[in-house]
């Protein structure tokens, strides 16, 4: 890659660094297209976060960045505007910046996951759906599989509080969607969705138990390192389908080009 003062220049901003992958998926998607784009993270503690944001208003050069942990709800007061789906969850993980300087936020999350489903002919329309986890990215499955039609959504968390009010966000923008928050059977749904960190260590518990999850349903796991968590090893060894965190990432590139673009 040859990097000029032609190129266009995006960041990912996140601590820690080490975990990141979006840079990396982003100088390919954008090589493989033919956009002369480079990507680099950047380690920003979340002190300098406002500063850090501020210079980037500045650089005439820069088309965007990327947010990730622990950024992507504090960034929001940093920027000029953010759209209606960044609002609804709460959280942006990219950020455009125009040509005149203005920063807008977006959250292409829930966007990214839905697609990802559909380009792995896995409905969600009419179907049900239990989430497991009700942190910042359950937050964006939950609006994007209500917002894709789900008949029933059940929301299972560690912190039941939290499963409740994200239950009662998602219900009062979603009404055709039958919303709740709790435990509930496994077997009975049709798509499992493990939006917790539960699976990124070795050592991890099972995130729910999944026994009597066969044929006929589907489970997937957000979680992009390891590619296949030992939910989804589980899930392709009871015969369902299974599905990784790095689809859901891909599919968000195209969106990226899309909401970048001036
Ligand atoms: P992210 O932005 O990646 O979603 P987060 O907002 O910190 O990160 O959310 C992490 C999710 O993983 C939460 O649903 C969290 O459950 P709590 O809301 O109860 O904290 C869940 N999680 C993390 N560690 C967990 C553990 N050891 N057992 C069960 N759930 C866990």
């Known amino acids: 890659m040859e990097i000029t003062g032609k190129t266009k220049i995006m960041f990912v901003l996140a601590d820690p660094i080490d975990h990141v992958r979006a840079s990396a998926v982003m100088n390919a998607y954008f090589g493989s297209i033919g956009d002369d784009l480079a990507v680099s993270p ?32 504090c960034v929001i007061e940093h920027l000029d505007e953010i759209t209606p789906t960044a609002q609804l969850i709460g959280a942006v993980n990219f950020v455009k910046r125009t040509a005149e300087g203005r920063l807008v936020g977006d959250n292409l999350d829930a966007r990214g996951f839905i697609a990802s489903l559909a380009q792995h002919d896995i409905a969600v329309r009419d179907r049900k759906v239990l989430q497991v986890g009700a942190g910042g990215a359950g937050r964006a499955t939950a609006f994007g599989l209500a917002e894709a ?28 969607t039958k ?3 709790g435990r509930a059977e496994p077997r009975a749904f049709d798509l499992i969705v493990n939006t917790t960190s539960l699976g990124m260590k070795v050592d991890d518990p099972l995130p729910l138990d999944i026994e009597g999850v066969g044929p ?3 489970v997937s796991d957000i979680i992009v390192n390891p590619a296949v968590t030992q939910l989804l090893a589980r899930a392709a060894a009871q015969g369902a389908k299974a599905i990784g965190g790095q689809p859901m990432l891909d599919a968000q590139m195209a969106l990226v080009a899309r909401f970048i673009a001036r």
Do not use: C, W
Not at 149 to 173: C, P, S, W
């Open 179 to 181: 919303v709740s928050a």
């Open 42 to 73: 950047i380690h920003v503690m979340p002190g300098d976060l406002g500063h850090v944001v501020a210079s980037i208003r500045l650089m005439r050069n820069v088309f965007g960045f990327g947010v990730t942990i622990p950024h992507k709800t």
């Open 216 to 218: 006929g349903a589907t």
């Open 149 to 176: 039609g789900a008949r029933e959504l059940t929301i299972m968390n560690r912190d039941d509080q939290k499963a409740r009010a994200l239950a009662a966000a998602v219900a009062a923008h979603y009404p055709a």
